[in-house]
């Protein structure tokens, strides 16, 4: 078909993944198909369709429009993010071999990573990315992979994938990146050496916070390791929730356009309210990432990271105080959610720890939603003025 020959847009491949055939009483959505099994011929030798062996036709459809936007050989979606992470990463890793993380990372991860590969003989080396030098420094033979977020969770710092894909590929390791928090439409990290991209799908890419998923891009052989894993691992992804999903992809490009410049508006004025001691956003010139941003992003994204000066007390009257940002952890939603990752996704980290990445007790995480966002900083400014209860 004439269409295939043209790289279609982020948006098309969203909205139509492949274009179907042409003819009459074609479903323009895809229907959902909530049956666990399906029927196969008698002595046949074809692939038998089971649900949670993910060739469910939910699962492919998903599965084709997410590899296609994050320019991947193929895709599989998971149940949740966490999901992706052990499968990618044990598609991978076996007992004996090391790893390299980031130490700027989702917490749940960390636990992951610390706890349970421990039990399995998995190594793990932190290293701290403000030492560009770290990486080649930790190297071990056993080394097979390096894992990272970019942007990171909260403080937004924005890592340079090239060097760090070369000095993988130079020792014929994998470059691992949890994208979650950029999407395909800021980045897609294969288009920078990437071998592996995982996002936990409860974010941006469904965008409307009712679903829990993860997904993992790669090529076809890494992506089948992962679904033999997911089939005994029993981690496939509903129909009801690949469909919806599938869904909130077709507004990707649209809520994230919104989401970026709701966070910049948003940042803008954060950075001008001295109630905050310091505001990450990578779209402030401020920001130690900024010029990297502006050439590895295609947009600065909907987090914003605030240091509340007051600490955790005056945070959480901002807090209490808001009525339309909403306290609760998650992001990419289209509702504004505000987070503290003292309780959510940092806890786990001793104040030391967190102070030594640089997250105060007074850190608060905005993911900014696609409300007016005058709406947003008006939510803000009432919140930190309204004067306090006796
Ligand atoms: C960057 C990042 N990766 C992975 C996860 C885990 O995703 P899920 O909650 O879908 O398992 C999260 C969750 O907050 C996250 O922020």
Redo the contacts with the bound molecule.
């Keep these: 078909m004439r269409l295939s020959r043209r790289r279609l847009g982020l948006s098309t491949r969203a909205v139509h993944g492949t274009p179907p055939a042409p003819g009459a009483h074609t479903p323009v959505t895809t229907p959902i198909v909530q049956s666990s099994t399906f029927t196969n011929e008698v002595g046949a030798a074809e692939e038998v369709l089971y649900t949670r062996y993910g060739n469910n036709p939910n699962q492919r459809s998903l599965a084709q429009r997410l590899a296609a936007l994050d320019g991947g050989e193929a895709a599989i979606a998971v149940a949740?993010?966490?999901g992706a992470?052990a499968l990618a990463h044990l598609s991978i890793l076996n007992p004996g071999d090391h790893l390299i993380a980031c130490d700027w990372i989702?917490g749940?991860?960390r636990r992951l990573f610390e706890r349970e590969f421990a039990r399995i003989g998995i190594q793990v080396s932190f290293v701290d990315p403000s030492n560009p030098r770290s990486w080649k420094a930790r190297l071990r033979n056993t080394t097979r992979a390096i894992f990272l977020?970019t942007p990171t969770?909260p403080l937004m710092r924005v890592l340079d994938l090239e060097p760090l894909a070369a000095l993988c590929h130079t020792e014929g390791i994998a470059l691992i990146v949890?994208s979650?928090?950029a999407s395909p439409i800021n980045l897609r990290p294969i288009e920078h050496g990437a071998d592996v991209v995982i996002h936990?799908a409860?974010k941006y890419l469904n965008g409307h916070s009712d679903v829990?998923?993860?997904v993992v891009v790669g090529t076809e052989e890494m992506v089948e390791e992962v679904r033999q894993l997911m089939q005994v691992w029993g981690q496939a992804l509903d129909p009801h929730a690949a469909w919806l999903i599938e869904r909130g992809l077709k507004t990707l490009d649209v809520r994230v356009a919104r989401q970026n410049a709701n966070g910049l508006a948003f940042a803008e004025w954060a950075s001008g309210e001295k109630a905050f001691a310091q505001v990450h956003y990578p779209g402030l010139p401020s920001h130690p990432d900024h010029a990297l941003a502006t050439t590895q992003l295609d947009g600065f994204g909907g987090m914003v990271g605030l240091e509340v000066r007051g600490g955790a007390d005056a945070a959480e009257r901002m807090l209490r105080r808001l009525r339309l940002a909403q306290h609760a952890p998650?992001l990419g939603g289209v509702e504004t959610l505000v987070s503290e990752p003292r309780v959510t996704?940092h806890a786990s980290l001793s104040p030391a720890q967190r102070a030594a990445q640089g997250i105060p007790d007074g850190f608060v995480r905005v993911s900014l939603g696609i409300e007016d966002v005058d709406d947003i900083i008006a939510d803000f400014a009432r919140a930190l003025r309204q004067p306090r209860r006796a």
């Design positions: 949740s993010g966490m992470t989702y749940g991860t977020e969770n949890d979650t928090f936990s409860t829990i998923a993860g998650s996704s």
